[in-house]
């Protein structure tokens, strides 16, 4: 259908301004449509022919790949499965040493000469930098790195002693992402251009994005991509993607109003769509920064952190008496998050008062012991990876339990323990959700369906909130490979954005803009 793309309603309410959707570059009728979902905990990819959506194995035994990208000493990278899997076996339970980092060395003395009348060498004393370096580390992992894309803090990481920019570790997964799809297209040899074409997904707001924040992510991914050898890119929103490759597959979907939910793990992004026969308007958008990371993190302050020390008085001698605090466990707590720089706590001005807080000998220092040691023994991957898959277990049982005997650790969490302690954060998704509507102007009696999708909406809570709002209308569609398969589609169909230069990408951040696509059977 015509849509006049000069009357754009700049407002914040949902406008009936339609924008003509121009096709990009990539004509449906020349190749298979191609997209990648690069996710902040996992990535997918799938193909589109026209009639079929094929998911690409990226991995030995999945579809799906873990977003993580591992380099070792030797600057030799493993991404995937294998990255984590290196990591492991490398990293976790040696024990970290650090030292301060020497940056040079200045004369202390000008020489002098000797008794045969010859200088002698000049003294010389090395110059010790603030930082601190772990010598027998071998390798360092990275993941959640699409969190960092939208902001200016994070441009470059430290890599032993080489900057990376977060280009440089997205484009080795993307690569071999690249190698798969190629051995999934049809025929045995495939023209040298045929998998240089992809649709990206992005979600509706970065996190941690400022007024630019979005563009400078979206560059960032484009540029990356364009590493790995994907010269043809368009641009797709990543929860109106899985809402495509839903209605792909259930083309009886006429004539309703659809909310499409898709709660990953670094962000919540939603969308509501008002499909016209095979058509669908995009009527509003919304995204946060919330997703499964942030619930791992939660679960480590309320459930491993008093476990660790936290909470617990210190007795010391002063000058003239005896003092009693709180144990500083503040300055150990963003490091012990933040798992792969929890390395840094391997110094004195940490572990000292450990070891003192430990010689107490009360009931409360098996706690700091368990502190002291996970730290020596670099085990803060093995706490974070522990959370997750006690979060995997209560979407499906009652109970479920934390064994790490490590450290002396053992605890169960009940489903309803663990839904009292994300309070908060279901109480932010269900804003999200509120929000949306009102943006939209519209009330829950007006949505027919609802999509979820995204592996943080396989939460029993999640799944009761949407339920309540919107009984008997909530449908999942596959959690983990929802977006790749829409992103292909609209590849293929030419639905996607046609660049950065053009410009167009903004519209889907705008609301106020509705969008209207087509699906083709």
């Known amino acids: 259908h015509p849509i006049d793309s000069e009357n754009r309603d700049p407002g914040n309410s949902a406008s009936t301004a339609r924008r003509r959707r121009e096709p990009s570059s990539h004509s449906a009728s020349t190749s298979p449509g191609i997209g990648i979902d690069y996710g902040t905990s996992?990535?997918?990819?799938?193909?589109?022919?026209?009639?079929?959506?094929?998911?690409?194995?990226?991995?030995?035994?999945?579809?799906?790949?873990?977003?993580?990208?591992?380099?070792?000493?030797?600057?030799?990278?493993?991404?995937?499965?294998?990255?984590?899997?290196?990591?492991?076996?490398?990293?976790?339970?040696?024990?970290?040493?650090?030292?301060?980092?020497?940056?040079?060395?200045?004369?202390?003395?000008?020489?002098?000469?000797?008794?045969?009348?010859?200088?002698?060498?000049?003294?010389?004393?090395?110059?010790?930098?603030?930082?601190?370096?772990?010598?027998?580390?071998?390798?360092?992992?990275?993941?959640?790195?699409?969190?960092?894309?939208?902001?200016?803090?994070?441009?470059?990481?430290?890599?032993?002693?080489?900057?990376?920019?977060?280009v440089d570790l997205i484009t080795p997964l993307l690569a071999r992402i690249k190698t798969s799809i190629e051995s999934r297209l049809p025929g045995s040899s495939p023209q040298p251009d045929s998998s240089g074409h992809v649709c990206i997904g992005h979600p509706v707001n970065f996190e941690a994005s400022n007024a630019d924040g979005n563009s400078r992510a979206l560059s960032l991914l484009s540029e990356a991509y364009r590493y790995a050898k994907f010269k043809r890119q368009s641009f797709y929103p990543e929860p109106i993607a899985a809402a495509l490759s839903y209605l792909f597959a259930h083309p009886n979907c006429a004539q309703q109003t659809i909310l499409a939910v898709d709660f990953g793990g670094g962000t919540l992004d939603l969308c509501i769509l008002n499909c016209i026969g095979m058509e669908f308007d995009v009527v509003a958008t919304h995204g946060i920064a919330l997703g499964g990371d942030q619930i791992d993190q939660l679960l480590?302050?309320?459930?491993?952190?008093?476990?660790?020390?936290?909470?617990?008085?210190?007795?010391?001698?002063?000058?003239?008496?005896?003092?009693?605090?709180?144990?500083?466990?503040?300055?150990?707590?963003?490091?012990?998050?933040?798992?792969?720089?929890?390395?840094?706590?391997?110094?004195?001005?940490?572990?000292?008062?450990?070891?003192?807080?430990?010689?107490?000998?009360?009931?409360?220092?098996?706690?700091?012991?368990?502190?002291?040691?996970?730290?020596?023994?670099?085990?803060?991957?093995?706490?974070?990876?522990?959370?997750?898959?006690?979060?995997?277990?209560?979407?499906?049982?009652?109970?479920?339990?934390?064994?790490?005997?490590?450290?002396?650790?053992?605890?169960?969490?009940?489903?309803?323990?663990?839904?009292?302690?994300?309070?908060?954060?279901?109480?932010?998704?269900?804003?999200?959700?509120?929000?949306?509507?009102?943006?939209?102007?519209?009330?829950?009696?007006?949505?027919?369906?609802?999509?979820r999708t995204g592996g943080s909406s396989l939460i029993p809570a999640v799944k009761r909130i949407l339920e309540n709002q919107f009984p008997g209308k909530v449908v999942e569609h596959d959690p983990f490979t929802s977006v790749a398969a829409g992103l292909a589609i609209a590849e293929f169909q030419g639905l996607g954005n046609c660049g950065l230069s053009s410009g167009c990408i903004s519209i889907y951040n705008n609301p106020s803009v509705p969008i209207r696509e087509r699906v083709r059977p």
Request: glycine residues 8%; hydrophobic residues 40%.
């Open 42 to 166: 996992n990535s997918a990819a799938a193909i589109f022919d026209g009639s079929d959506i094929h998911l690409v194995q990226l991995e030995s035994d999945a579809v799906v790949m873990p977003s993580a990208t591992y380099i070792d000493r030797n600057y030799r990278i493993k991404t995937g499965q294998a990255a984590i899997n290196q990591y492991i076996a490398d990293n976790v339970g040696r024990t970290v040493e650090l030292s301060a980092e020497v940056i040079g060395e200045v004369r202390t003395s000008t020489g002098q000469l000797g008794e045969h009348g010859l200088p002698e060498e000049a003294s010389t004393q090395k110059v010790y930098g603030k930082s601190f370096v772990d010598g027998g580390q071998q390798g360092r992992l990275f993941r959640g790195i699409k969190r960092l894309l939208g902001s200016n803090e994070y441009r470059r990481l430290m890599v032993f002693d080489r900057p990376f920019r977060l």
């Open 300 to 451: 480590f302050r309320e459930l491993l952190f008093p476990l660790l020390g936290k909470g617990e008085m210190w007795r010391r001698a002063g000058e003239d008496r005896e003092i009693e605090t709180l144990f500083p466990f503040e300055e150990y707590e963003e490091f012990l998050l933040n798992w792969a720089v929890s390395y840094m706590l391997n110094q004195n001005k940490f572990t000292t008062p450990l070891m003192q807080r430990i010689e107490i000998g009360d009931a409360a220092s098996k706690n700091f012991r368990r502190l002291y040691d996970l730290i020596k023994n670099n085990f803060s991957y093995l706490l974070i990876q522990s959370l997750k898959d006690l979060k995997a277990e209560l979407s499906t049982q009652q109970i479920a339990s934390i064994d790490i005997p490590e450290l002396d650790i053992e605890l169960s969490v009940t489903r309803a323990q663990f839904e009292q302690l994300i309070g908060g954060i279901l109480e932010k998704f269900q804003g999200a959700i509120t929000h949306l509507l009102t943006q939209a102007n519209m009330t829950a009696g007006d949505i027919q369906l609802v999509i």
